[in-house]
C-alpha cells in the first residue's frame, strides 16, 4: 500500500510539474522558445544550479527505487532462506549454516552469520553478537533513507539560490534601462521563479518518501530480528562451548578450549552425529573419524 502510495505521489508531482512547465512556457514571450534557452541564457553559474537541480532530482528518484526494491521482507529475512537455515541449526550443523548465511548478502544473514560464529563462547556472546551486527545493518539501511531528508532540504535552497541570482540581473537590467518593457521584465521574474517550483518539486516528495521509508525500515528490521531470534532460540550453548565457527572451524583439533575437547556423551538411540563436529558416526565408534573428539555412548 505504501509503495503504491509513492508511486503515485511521484506521478503527480510529475504531472505537476510538466503543466507548471506548459503554463510558464506559454506565458513567456515568443523570443524565449524553451527552458532550455532560458538556461543557457542565464550565464555559467544558472547553468550550474539548473545541473544541481537535475541531479537531486535524478538522485532522489534513484534511492526511492532503490528502497522500494530493498525494504521488503523477501529482502531482509527470505522465506526459504529462514526454513533452510532452520533446518541446519535444528540439525546442529552451525558450521553450514554459517555458509549459507556467507553465500548471502541480506539483513537476516549478515547478523546471523555473526551471530553462529559466537556460539561457542555461550549464549551471552550471542547477544552481544546480533546486537553489534543489527546496529551495523540497521544504520547502513537508515542512513540510505537519510539521504532522502537531505535532498529535502538542499532542493529547495538551490532553487532559491538560482531564484535570487536571477532576481538580480532583472533587477541591474531595470536599474540601467529603466522600465520600458513591464511585460519583459514580469516574464523574466517569473523565469527565474521557476528555480524556486523545481527545488520545491524536488523536496516535497522527498520529504514525504524520507518518514514513509523510515517507518518501513523500521518494521522490517523488527521483522528480521523476530526471525533470527527464533533461529536461535533453541541452541544448545552449554554443549558447544569452545566450538569455532567460521572460516577458522574448529571441532577438536589441538588448540581448542579444554572444556571443547573433553568426553561427550552421546545417546545411540537418538543421534548418529558427533555432538562437537555434527560429523556422521556409527553407533558404538570411537574416536569421532571427522574431529577426533573421544565419545562416551550411552548404552
Known amino acids: 500500500m505504501k509503495r503504491h502510495l509513492t508511486l503515485a505521489l511521484f506521478l503527480l508531482t510529475a504531472l505537476g510539474a510538466s503543466a507548471f512547465a506548459q503554463d510558464a512556457a506559454a506565458a513567456a514571450p515568443k523570443s524565449s522558445d524553451s527552458i532550455i534557452h532560458v538556461i543557457l541564457s542565464g550565464g555559467p553559474l544558472i547553468i550550474m544550479i ?17 528502497n522500494i526494491i530493498t525494504l521488503r521482507r523477501e529482502k531482509m ?32 544473514a549478515n547478523v546471523l552469520k555473526g551471530a553462529v560464529e559466537r556460539v561457542g563462547r555461550g549464549k551471552e556472546a550471542v547477544q552481544d553478537a546480533i546486537a553489534e551486527y543489527a546496529l551495523r545493518e540497521a544504520t547502513t539501511l537508515r542512513t540510505r533513507n537519510s539521504y532522502l531528508s537531505v535532498i529535502g532540504v538542499i532542493s529547495p535552497m538551490i532553487g532559491l539560490l ?22 519583459g521584465l514580469a516574464t523574466s521574474i517569473g523565469e527565474v521563479l521557476m528555480a524556486t517550483a523545481s527545488g520545491l518539486f524536488i523536496a ?22 523476530q526471525q533470527i531470534g527464533r533461529l536461535l532460540e533453541e541452541i544448545p550453548y552449554e554443549e558447544l562451548a569452545g566450538l569455532r565457527i567460521g572460516e577458522d572451524f574448529n571441532a577438536g583439533q ?28 556409527t553407533p558404538g565408534q570411537n574416536p569421532c573419524p571427522h574431529c577426533g573428539a573421544t565419545l562416551d555412548w550411552a548404552a
Open 50 to 66: 539548473w545541473c544541481a537541480i537535475t541531479g537531486t532530482s535524478v538522485t532522489m528518484v534513484t534511492f526511492v527505487i532503490q
Open 254 to 281: 589441538p588448540g581448542m578450549a579444554p572444556e571443547a575437547s573433553q568426553s561427550r556423551r552421546v545417546s545411540m538411540a537418538l543421534t548418529t552425529n558427533c555432538p562437537v563436529c555434527n560429523g556422521a558416526v
Open 162 to 183: 538560482g531564484t535570487v541570482i536571477g532576481m538580480m540581473k532583472a533587477f541591474a537590467v531595470l536599474g540601467a534601462s529603466g522600465i520600458g518593457d513591464p511585460r
Open 77 to 108: 529475512a527470505p522465506k526459504a532462506l529462514v526454513d533452510s537455515l532452520h533446518n541446519e541449526i535444528a540439525a546442529g550443523n552451525y558450521q553450514g549454516a554459517w555458509e549459507t548465511c556467507n553465500a548471502n548478502d541480506n539483513y537476516l
Open 204 to 225: 516535497i516528495p522527498a520529504f514525504i518518501s524520507y518518514y514513509i521509508f523510515r517507518n518501513r525500515t523500521q518494521q522490517v528490521i523488527v521483522y528480521a530480528d
